[in-house]
């Protein structure tokens, strides 16, 4: 059979399978580790290493090795890897000891310690059905959830019980569904820097309305239970505590203020940290908080009359007491120490990639926000630098003494992976297929909003007049307008079939700065769609080729309801839509 586009992007899971990803670089500089699978079309992980000295890859275990069921997954895996959007199987996540001597993971079930410098696998001799494995930070102890049990074993298998109930409503060491779904927050537990302790979530969802969800492919099956806190009803009720990874002993946390989300939990060698947040989302507080008797001070507060937003890798607490967080300013979003800005107006910071003497961040120019690029802030001499510019898409492991850097461009296929030090540069090599389609994309700001925009056209350079197809997102936290080709692909797919392809970023999308995401504040409607037909309007100017008599609109998630929306509001201008699962 030949291979066509749709089939090729199904078979390698939107061309993922064979990239290297999940990196981790030891302290020293010395190890990067990371998975990849054998090829393009193989969607089993495994675990690699590379020797920075050398940039020698060497793969240090292949799940496949395992004389045992990997494929099974706990329900509580099954979720995790729904809400990360994780289709390949193996190794999809693990961690590591502080000096990244070591890993674990979680197959079928099953804990699965790696020693990477040596290479020996071992499985514990612990009841399978366990997720969210770690290490404690000098390596000697592994830690995972069982149900709704805390639990921790040594490498021959002695398991301790640390945090358990006899209440099927609540759990200990896992996150809730509004923390893990919505607000960035994956786990539910912290091992201490000298391994003795452990902060831990309590989570109780009884005050949660349980839902019913039966599987209309299976109508005989019974209908599913689940625990879910729709708008305006009840959340789960969740407590910060302090356990003894010796004998499960815990101190209660204190954290004061009115908070209903509790957002993060960090804890280093500068201290404990927790960020909460009030119901409304309209304030944030960083507490620091004192684990020998769980008592708290609020140190930091952010407030804001829409919402405060939630930004990856912050807050964080450095060895001097100073917290790193991030929080709107003068427009933009910027890096904040010890409650000043750090970063300059001109940049938005999107992430925060590590934090010590020197601060990582992702961030992009307002003008140009397909641009993303990483930076550096230097505490000390306080200096920024610019540590990427290949004016694409990029995203960041490491500091900026040892780091990996993942980098997309209009220009390139694929994505391109480098380590960089002070002394070494190599590449990292990525085994995933070539795209059949080649993006053939213009990225303009259009309009006197500065709208970000895409068009797309045939590849074969089609003269006559063409359809026209509206493909966004358009919603909250996600991007479509990037510089990227790979971001393209089906896209391009379409335009191939004889369409222009048109993708805006409207009012509300990340990049353009605090006033743009929150201008669908109370209203995720009017200004959405306007900004989509504004595009529409100036596409006679923009591509000649575009016949705006015959135009459609498709989407996915918000883009589904965007696509809704547009052929019953404006059905003047927009003709046909599809939509994917639309929001509302």
Same mark, same amino acid.
């Given at each position: ?10 078979r ?11 990196f ?60 990360a ?11 590591? $000891? ?28 612990v ?5 969210? #494995? ?30 358990t ?16 779904e ?15 302790f452990? #902060? ?8 949660i ?9 299976? &109508? ?5 239970e689940?625990?879910?806190?729709a708008?305006?009803?009840a ?40 960020q ?18 769980g008592?708290s ?11 405060v ?10 060895d ?7 929080? $709107? ?27 010590g ?57 694929? #994505? ?9 540069r190599?590449?990292?090599?990525s085994?995933?297929?070539? &795209? ?11 309009? &006197?909003?500065?709208?970000p ?50 993708? #805006? $970023? ?17 209203d ?12 529409l ?22 883009g ?18 599809i ?5 509302t």
């Amino acid at each position: 059979m030949t291979d066509t586009f749709p089939r090729q992007y199904a078979r390698t899971q939107r061309l993922s399978l064979g990239e290297p990803r999940n990196f981790t670089v030891s302290p020293d500089g010395a190890r990067l580790v990371f998975v990849r699978s054998h090829g393009g079309s193989d969607p089993v992980n495994t675990l690699w290493v590379a020797d920075t000295a050398t940039g020698t890859e060497r793969e240090v275990f292949d799940p496949r090795t395992l004389k045992t069921d990997t494929a099974t997954l706990t329900a509580e895996e099954l979720r995790r890897r729904e809400r990360a959007r994780e289709g390949a199987s193996g190794i999809t996540s693990y961690a590591c $000891d502080a000096k990244v001597e070591n890993v674990v993971t979680i197959l079928g079930g099953q804990v699965i310690h790696i020693s990477l410098t040596s290479g020996v696998v071992t499985i514990p001799p612990v009841e399978p059905g366990v997720f969210d #494995a770690r290490l404690s930070p000098d390596g000697n102890t592994i830690s995972y959830v069982r149900g709704g049990a805390l639990c921790v074993c040594t490498l021959d298998g002695n398991e301790r019980v640390l945090a358990t109930e006899d209440n099927d409503t609540v759990s200990w060491g896992s996150a809730e569904f509004i923390a893990a779904e919505e607000m960035g927050r994956f786990r539910g537990y912290w091992w201490s820097p000298d391994s003795k302790f452990i #902060a831990a979530c309590r989570v109780d969802v009884a005050p949660i309305d349980t839902w019913y969800i039966a599987d209309p492919a299976h &109508p005989t099956s019974p209908a599913v239970e689940h625990r879910y806190p729709a708008a305006g009803t009840a959340n789960a009720i969740v407590s910060l505590h302090i356990v003894s990874a010796v004998d499960g002993s815990r101190v209660d946390v204190a954290l004061g203020g009115e908070w209903e989300y509790l957002n993060s939990v960090s804890w280093s060698t500068g201290g404990l940290i927790a960020q909460t947040q009030t119901r409304d989302q309209k304030r944030v507080d960083i507490h620091v908080v004192n684990p020998a008797n769980g008592s708290s001070r609020i140190e930091y507060t952010d407030t804001d009359a829409n919402w405060v937003e939630l930004v990856p890798g912050v807050p964080a607490i450095l060895d001097n007491g100073h917290i790193v967080t991030c929080a $709107d300013r003068d427009g933009v979003r910027r890096v904040m120490v010890n409650n000043t800005a750090v970063t300059p107006s001109t940049l938005q910071v999107r992430s925060v990639v590590s934090v010590g003497d020197t601060i990582v961040f992702i961030a992009n120019a307002l003008e140009t926000p397909w641009i993303t690029e990483a930076w550096s802030y230097n505490i000390a001499v306080d200096t920024l630098e610019q540590l990427t510019g290949a004016n694409g898409s990029v995203s960041f492991s490491g500091t900026a003494n040892a780091y990996v850097s993942r980098t997309s461009t209009l220009a390139t296929i694929g #994505a391109e992976f480098e380590f960089v030090s002070a002394t070494k540069r190599f590449s990292i090599r990525s085994l995933a297929e070539t &795209p059949l389609v080649k993006p053939n994309v213009r990225i303009m700001a259009v309009g &006197p909003r500065e709208i970000p925009v895409a068009i797309l056209l045939p590849i074969d350079g089609l003269t006559t007049p063409l359809p026209v197809l509206f493909d966004p997102y358009g919603g909250p936290h996600a991007q479509r307008v990037v510089s990227a080709s790979s971001a393209f692909n089906s896209s391009q797919w379409f335009a191939d079939q004889g369409f222009v392809v048109v993708i #805006a $970023d409207n009012t509300g999308t990340p990049g353009k700065g605090s006033a743009w995401e929150r201008g669908v504040a109370n209203d995720l409607a009017q200004q959405v769609l306007e900004d989509q037909v504004e595009v529409l309007r100036a596409l006679d100017d923009l591509e000649p080729r575009a016949d705006t008599t015959r135009v459609g609109i498709r989407g996915w998630s918000f883009g589904g309801y965007l696509a809704a929306l547009a052929v019953l509001r404006r059905g003047d201008v927009f003709h046909a839509g599809i939509a994917g699962a639309p929001v509302t």
